[in-house]
């Protein structure tokens, strides 16, 4: 069903109504599912604006997380908030419509984003919605709740069919998603959202963060020779890493890694020789290990370094390389759906935190572009978020084998 079969007059109630309304002032309808009683709504548009409406910045997730949790439980989904690095102020909302908290199918996005707030405007005119979050990760997070509770309605699946898992921190560490290993469950498979443009994602490349501090000696900038520029010593350094990743392991299936130079800072006047120097570099792995990154930075860094070596000084003494947090290699992701699409991305996601989960299948799908996610002009189409509904009825209905391809090969059985 389309956004203009849903939303008869697009415009009026659904758009009308004043930010963070209660939940209790959603429209509800009864639904009675294998004696399970729930009043779920299917009011995708409003409640995409209830959670876009919210600042949620990543470590600032409190105020919707609230929110969704008291919407879900005003739809008769039982509600567990699971509080990440005990602040009671920040939390992952875990729901379930029916008796089994442990469903067999988990959908699963994250409710934080970036910086800065953007405030929600729809445009009538080519039915576009704007705001932080509308794509990544809002849209999916509202496309995946009316998804369930669609298939719910038409008595598809059953309530302990499946459950939502809302996390925060994504942005910054994946704290959220490392926080749910310790909720005990153990799903045959779990769908991640994030923008993929309505295709299913076959895998994305690796990430890890690299930082270089380069170590200078102070002095006047007329007598340069009396100390040594940490300026320079960095700009040398990096000057290696900028193509290392011609010089890496490449792969047919995600191309080769990339180093974003995404910080560069050092000195602090034009008349002084720089004492100390630092960039902050991510790093996409499209083949290998952080490791193997780590070993080959490394190399090319010491290498390049070298004539600012004075007497017994090593190449540590002058430039320090710090691979602090976890990284993680390229992560191949299942995509067996029939009817999608298939493509590979660049950018990281939450799924390879949810480590203590073995063996389950993973999809990743959500409506919208990661080229407007975390910019200036994020926006979603109306029909984009509709047709997302849509996937994810389908991609539930596989992995619990109820698909019109599953259906057909048991009635060839």
């Known amino acids: 069903m389309r956004g203009s079969e849903w939303l008869i007059t697009l415009g009026l109630s659904p758009l009308c109504w004043a930010s ?86 988990v959908l699963s996005s994250h409710i934080d984003t970036v910086p800065p707030f953007l405030p929600y405007h729809y445009n009538h005119t080519d039915k576009t919605i704007f705001g932080r979050g509308s794509v990544d990760d809002k849209g999916s997070v509202a496309a995946q709740i009316i998804a369930v509770n669609k298939l719910l309605s038409k008595g598809e699946i059953s309530p302990d069919d499946v459950s939502l898992l809302f996390v925060v921190g994504e942005e910054v560490g994946g704290a959220g998603m490392r926080k749910a290993n310790d909720l005990g469950i153990k799903p045959k498979t779990v769908i991640f959202g994030e ?80 004492e100390s120097a630092t960039a902050k570099i991510a790093v996409r792995i499209a083949e290998g290990t952080p490791e193997t990154i780590q070993k080959g930075a490394t190399k090319a860094v010491h290498h390049a370094v070298r004539e600012f070596l004075e007497g017994e000084m090593e190449p540590e003494d002058i430039v320090e390389l710090d691979f602090g947090g976890k990284g993680y290699g390229p992560i191949d992701i299942d995509a067996d759906v029939p009817g999608f699409e298939v493509i590979t991305v660049n950018y990281g996601t939450d799924i390879p935190w949810l480590e203590k989960l073995k063996g389950q299948k993973r999809y990743l799908y959500g409506p919208g572009t990661i080229f407007v996610a975390h910019s200036a002009d994020e926006k979603l189409k109306v029909d984009d978020l509709y047709d997302a509904v849509e996937g994810y009825q389908k991609i539930v209905l596989h992995a619990l084998g109820k698909g019109e391809n599953d259906k057909q090969a048991k009635a060839d059985l």
């Open 195 to 274: 923008p993929t443009e309505g295709k299913l994602v076959s895998g994305h490349k690796g990430t890890m963060q690299m930082v270089v501090t380069a170590k200078g000696k102070s002095g006047h900038s007329g007598y340069p020779w009396l100390g040594r520029s940490a300026n320079e010593v960095l700009v040398r350094a990096l000057e290696p890493v900028i193509t290392l990743g011609d010089k890496l392991p490449k792969s047919d299936k995600y191309g080769v890694t990339t180093f974003n130079l995404g910080k560069i800072e050092g000195g602090v006047a034009a008349n002084v020789i720089a």
């Open 20 to 105: 963070t309304l209660p939940a209790e002032q959603h429209p509800l309808s009864d639904v009675e599912v294998a004696g399970t009683k729930l009043s779920v709504t299917r009011d995708l548009i409003a409640l995409h604006k209830n959670l876009t409406q919210i600042e949620s910045i990543s470590g600032n997730e409190k105020e919707v997380g609230d929110w969704l949790a008291a919407s879900l439980e005003s739809q008769g989904y039982t509600v567990e908030k699971q509080i990440v690095e005990k602040d009671p102020e920040r939390f992952n909302v875990f729901a379930w419509p029916g008796k089994v908290r442990d469903a067999p199918v």
